[in-house]
């Protein structure tokens, strides 16, 4: 079991896959950061996307409360928000479409 986890993406119409991956994450630490792309960016990846606060209400609001207390949101400015030096995070969840990013994250942090 993982003590910080840290969770990042757009997180646009949620759905079953992101429901299971911040699932998983909930359930494999005891406390877990979601950090959801900000509008900004957002929009450029596509003009159609769902505000952040309505992804992040999206999210919340599929979640038990239970799950919801083991969690806090924060907004992505980039492409690594705090995950290159968070001073407690101790796992970084991803999938196959983010793994690339985590491995850029990783590789940051060990050099």
Not at 70 to 88: M, Q, R, V
Request: proline share 2%.
């Amino acid at each position: 079991m993982y003590q910080h986890g840290l969770i990042g993406g757009t997180f646009d119409r949620v759905h079953a896959g992101h429901l299971r991956l911040i699932s998983e994450a909930i359930d494999n630490c005891e406390f877990l950061e979601i950090w959801i792309t900000n509008d900004k960016i957002a929009q450029r990846k596509d003009w159609r996307c769902w505000t952040e606060e309505k992804r992040r209400s999206e999210i919340a609001e599929k979640l038990t409360l239970k799950q919801n207390e083991k969690i806090i949101f924060g907004s992505l400015e980039d492409n690594y928000g705090p995950a290159t030096d968070h001073p407690t995070a101790d796992v970084i969840f991803c999938t196959s479409e983010t793994k690339s990013s985590c491995d850029q994250i990783n590789e940051i942090r060990i050099n």
